[in-house]
C-alpha cells in the first residue's frame, strides 16, 4: 500500500505546475523531430480537425461569398496549396492533459476564433485590445473574469497571482473538473485559457501578492494596464491599490453580491482617494497586521457596504460560523460578475468608459415578481397620553383623597427626578407624571410603552412598579412618608397610582436610595467567579422588601448553562419574529451616539457592549428582509450564541417572583426587581435583564399569542416550563430575571428625556 500510495502521488505530481502548452510546426525539421519523437514516447490523444477550421477561415475572409459545401471543401484546399494536411499550421501538445491539437497557426487562428467577435469589437479595437496588459488577483471570481476575457481575447497579456489551491468547495463556482482539485489557482486558470487560446500570453504569480512582488506584477515587462482585484485579504486590497494609484493603473473590483461593480480610474483621477475615501478615517498601515475577523472587520465593513449588502448576504453573514463556515459566493453571481468585469475592462481599455464609481446590476431586483402588500402585523400603536387625558383623569379619584398633605412643586421635582431614572423596556420611559391638587399622580405612556407581543401587560407592572419604587425611595431620602394608591380606577391602567405624603414624623432614609443614579444595565462580559452567599442573602432581602416577592437564584454551572439555551432560544424567536424585529431594532436601538442624544432614550449602541464583530452583525440584523430569510431557514443561531456568552461571563442568574399575575402583583415585583438591582449595584455587580423566555410566555399566557405561529407559541411554553423549572419556584409566577456579573464599569449608560417633558403642573402650586 505505501509503494502504491507513493507511486500515485509521483505520478500525480508530476506536471502539477505545467500550465504553458508545447508548439510544433512541422514545417521546421527540429519541431517535426520533437513531435515524432513525443508521439513515440509517449500515448498522446491527437485531435486533428484542422480541415473544418480552414472552412471557417475561408468564410472568415469572404464573408460576402455564399458558399456551397463542396465550394468550401475546395476553397479549404485551395488555401492550404501544396502544403501537406498534417504540415500546415501548428500542433499544440498539452502536457497535464497529454493532449495533441492541430490548430490553424497564430494570425490566421485569432483570425477565426475573433470573428464572431465583429462588431460588437471591431478589427481595429481587437488590435488596440491585443495590446493590452491586464493582472487578476484572486481567482474565484478572477477566474470568471480571465475566461471572459480570454475568448473575447480582449488582452495581449494576462498575470495571475493566487496563492491557493482548489478545493472540492470551490467547485460550486469555479469552472473545473474535480481531476483539477489540489492544483494551484493559477495554474488551474492558465490552463483553462490555453486551452481555449494557446498563443495568448499567461504570467503566474502562484505565491499571491505579497509587498516583495507586487511591484514586479504590476510593472515588469511594462506596465499593467488594468488591475482586476477580486481577493479576500484586506492587506493585499490596500496595498494593490496604493500601489495602483502611485502607477496610474485603473482598478476593477465585483463582490459576486447584488452585481456590485467598482471601478477606480486613478489613470485619469490620480489623486482620487482609494476606495473612495470609504476607508481613510481608518489607520491603512494596521491592515498588513489584521489576522482576526475583529481586526479585518473595520477594512472590511466599509468596502462591502452594509447597508448595500443583498439580504441573503446579511442572512449568511450572521451565519457565519454558525450553519455555514464562510462567506457564500454562487456560480451565476461569479458568472455574472465575470462578464461585466470583463466588459467594464475592454470599455475602459477602449476609452469607452472613463468614470469612478460603484454601479449595481442586482439580478434579483431586476428580475422580480410584482411587489406583493406585506400583510399588515399587529402593532402596539395606542393613543398618546395627553394633558387633558391626565386631568380627566385626575379629576375622578383625587377630589376623593381627603385628610392628605399636599407636595410642593419643589418635592415633585424631586421624586420625580428620581423616577425617571428607573429602567425601563427598551429605555422607552413610559410614564407621566401630574401635580393635581397636591397629589403626585403616575400614568403609563402606552404610546410609548407598549409592546404588540405583550398581551398580558407585563412590561407596563414592571416598568412602573422600578419607576414607583425609585420614588418611594427619593421621598424616604427627603424624609417624606407617602400614601400610594396603584390602580385607583376599576379597569382603567393608564393611571398607575396617585401619591400625596402621609404627614407625620420624617422617616429613616432606606440606604438604596443612595444608588438611584448609580443604577445602570451592564452588559459587559464579566468575570464569572463564585457568587458569594451573602451577597445572594443581601440581594434576596431587598427583593423581599416588597411583599409577597421573593428572589430565586441559579449559581451551578451546568444549570446557567441551561438556563443560556433557554434565554438564547427565547431571544432568537423575538428577534426573527417581524414584530419584536421591528420593536426592537428600529422602536428601541439607537444607532449612533448623535440619535441618541436627539431622542434621548431607547437603547444607545455604545450600551450593548458588543464586539466589533457582534455590533457589525447586530446592524446586519436590523434588516427585516435578512431576518424574515433566517427564520425561513430555521436558523439564527448568533442569537442564541450571544446569550450562551453573556451568561458564561455571569456568576449567577436571578428571578424575581410574585404570588400571582395580577396588575397588582406584577406591579410589586416590578418594585422588588428595582430594589434588588440597587442592592447589586451597591455590591459593585453588573447587572443585565434576560426575560426574553418570561415575557414571550406571558404573552402567550395572557394575551393569546398573536403574532407568534404555532411552532412558536409552543416553543415559548416550553422555555416558560424551563424557567419554572430551572428555578423550582413551584405555583409562584416568574416576573423578571437578570444576569448578575463581576464586571467592569459600563462603556455607556443610556440617557434619560429630560424632566420637562414628564412632570406637568396642572394648579398652582407652592413651591
Not at 101 to 125: G, P, Y
Not at 562 to 591: D, S, Y
Request: glycine content about 6%.
Amino acid at each position: 500500500m505505501t509503494n502504491l500510495l507513493e507511486a500515485l502521488r509521483s505520478a500525480s505530481a508530476a506536471d502539477r505546475d505545467v500550465y504553458r502548452p508545447v508548439f510544433f510546426r512541422p514545417a521546421s525539421a527540429s519541431d517535426r523531430a520533437r513531435l515524432e519523437e513525443l508521439l513515440k514516447r509517449e500515448h498522446v490523444t491527437v485531435s486533428d480537425h484542422l480541415h473544418g477550421q480552414l472552412t471557417e477561415l475561408v468564410r472568415a475572409l469572404n464573408p460576402a461569398v455564399k458558399f456551397t459545401t463542396a465550394d468550401l471543401d475546395q476553397a479549404a484546399r485551395e488555401h492550404m496549396g501544396t502544403i501537406a494536411s498534417e504540415d500546415y499550421g501548428v500542433w499544440v501538445h498539452y502536457p497535464w492533459s497529454n493532449r495533441l491539437v492541430h490548430l490553424l497557426d497564430e494570425k490566421e487562428f485569432i483570425l477565426v476564433r475573433t470573428d464572431r467577435n465583429r462588431n460588437k469589437i471591431t478589427s481595429a479595437e481587437q488590435e488596440v485590445l491585443a495590446t493590452k496588459k491586464v493582472g487578476v488577483i484572486g481567482l474565484s471570481v478572477g477566474q470568471s473574469v480571465s475566461l471572459t476575457m480570454a475568448q473575447e481575447r480582449s488582452f495581449g497579456e494576462l498575470r495571475l497571482a493566487d496563492h491557493d489551491t482548489l478545493e472540492l468547495s470551490n467547485l460550486n463556482r469555479i469552472r473545473s473538473g474535480v481531476h483539477q482539485m489540489g492544483i494551484g489557482k493559477v495554474v488551474n486558470t492558465a490552463r483553462e485559457i490555453a486551452e481555449i487560446d494557446p498563443f495568448l500570453k499567461i504570467t503566474c504569480f502562484p505565491e499571491g501578492i505579497n509587498e516583495g512582488n507586487i511591484d514586479r506584477f504590476l510593472t515588469e515587462g511594462g506596465n499593467l494596464d488594468l488591475l482586476i482585484e477580486e481577493c479576500d485579504s484586506v492587506a493585499v486590497k490596500i496595498i494593490a491599490r496604493q500601489k495602483a494609484k502611485a502607477l496610474r493603473i485603473p482598478v476593477v473590483m465585483d463582490t459576486s453580491d447584488r452585481g456590485l461593480i467598482d471601478v477606480e480610474r486613478f489613470d485619469l483621477e490620480p489623486d482620487r482617494p482609494i476606495l473612495h475615501g470609504l476607508v481613510d478615517h481608518l489607520d491603512l498601515s494596521l491592515a498588513a497586521k489584521a489576522k482576526t475577523n475583529e481586526e479585518k472587520l473595520p477594512f472590511v465593513v466599509p468596502v462591502i457596504g452594509l447597508d448595500t449588502m443583498s439580504p441573503r448576504m446579511k442572512a449568511s453573514m450572521l451565519e457565519i460560523e454558525n450553519s455555514v463556515t464562510t462567506w457564500p459566493q454562487l456560480a451565476s453571481a461569479v458568472v455574472m460578475g465575470g462578464g461585466l468585469v470583463a466588459e467594464a475592462h475592454r470599455r475602459i481599455a477602449l476609452g469607452q468608459f472613463t468614470a469612478s464609481g460603484r454601479w449595481y446590476v442586482d439580478g434579483e431586483m431586476l428580475l422580480a415578481d410584482p411587489v406583493n402588500t406585506r400583510t399588515a402585523e399587529p402593532t402596539a400603536d395606542a393613543p398618546v397620553l395627553g394633558m387633558e387625558d391626565m386631568i380627566m383623569l385626575a379629576d375622578r379619584v383625587v377630589p376623593s383623597m381627603t385628610a392628605r398633605s399636599t407636595i410642593s412643586k419643589l418635592q415633585s421635582e424631586a421624586l420625580v427626578e428620581a423616577a425617571i431614572m428607573a429602567p425601563s423596556a427598551g429605555n422607552l420611559q413610559p410614564w407621566q407624571f401630574l401635580l393635581h391638587e397636591g397629589c403626585l399622580l403616575v400614568f403609563h405612556d402606552a404610546a410609548r410603552g407598549d409592546s404588540a407581543l405583550d398581551g398580558g401587560r407585563l412590561i407596563p407592572s414592571v416598568d412602573m412598579g422600578t419607576c414607583l419604587e425609585n420614588i418611594r425611595l427619593k421621598a424616604s431620602a427627603l424624609g417624606l412618608a407617602l400614601d400610594m394608591h396603584f390602580y385607583p380606577l376599576d379597569g382603567e391602567q393608564r393611571l398607575v397610582a396617585v401619591i400625596s405624603l402621609a404627614g407625620g414624623a420624617k422617616i429613616p432614609s432606606d440606604p438604596l436610595s443612595g444608588f438611584l443614579d448609580l443604577r445602570c444595565t451592564n452588559r459587559k462580559k464579566g468575570d464569572p467567579r463564585p457568587m458569594p452567599s451573602a451577597i445572594m442573602q443581601d440581594l434576596t432581602e431587598a427583593a423581599e422588601g416588597v411583599n409577597g416577592c421573593t428572589a430565586h437564584f441559579i449559581t451551578d454551572r451546568d444549570a446557567m448553562d441551561r438556563m443560556a439555551i433557554t434565554i438564547g432560544e427565547a431571544e432568537r424567536i423575538r428577534v426573527l419574529n417581524p414584530i419584536g424585529h421591528r420593536e426592537l431594532f428600529h422602536k428601541e436601538m439607537r444607532w449612533s451616539t448623535h440619535e441618541a442624544a436627539r431622542t434621548r432614550d431607547g437603547l444607545d449602541i455604545p450600551t450593548m457592549e458588543l464586539k466589533l464583530t457582534e455590533e457589525v452583525g447586530f446592524r446586519v440584523a436590523a434588516d427585516r428582509k435578512a431576518m424574515d430569510l433566517l427564520r425561513e431557514w430555521n436558523t439564527g443561531q448568533a442569537f442564541m450564541k450571544m446569550a450562551k456568552e453573556g451568561i458564561a461571563s455571569s456568576s449567577a442568574i436571578v428571578l424575581v417572583s410574585a404570588e400571582a399575575s395580577d396588575p397588582h402583583a406584577l406591579l410589586h415585583a416590578g418594585r422588588s426587581a428595582q430594589r434588588l438591582w440597587l442592592r447589586a449595584t451597591a455590591h459593585q455587580l453588573g447587572a443585565h435583564p434576560v426575560s426574553a423566555p418570561i415575557l414571550l410566555a406571558h404573552h402567550v399566557r395572557f394575551g393569546g399569542g398573536s403574532g407568534f405561529t404555532d411552532g412558536d407559541r409552543s416553543t415559548l411554553m416550553r422555555l416558560f416550563r424551563e424557567v419554572v423549572d430551572g428555578f423550582r419556584i413551584g405555583a409562584r409566577e416568574p416576573v423578571f430575571m437578570m444576569r448578575l456579573a463581576f464586571a467592569d464599569a459600563p462603556t455607556a449608560r443610556s440617557v434619560r428625556r429630560p424632566l420637562s417633558e414628564f412632570l406637568h403642573i396642572d394648579r398652582t402650586i407652592p413651591a
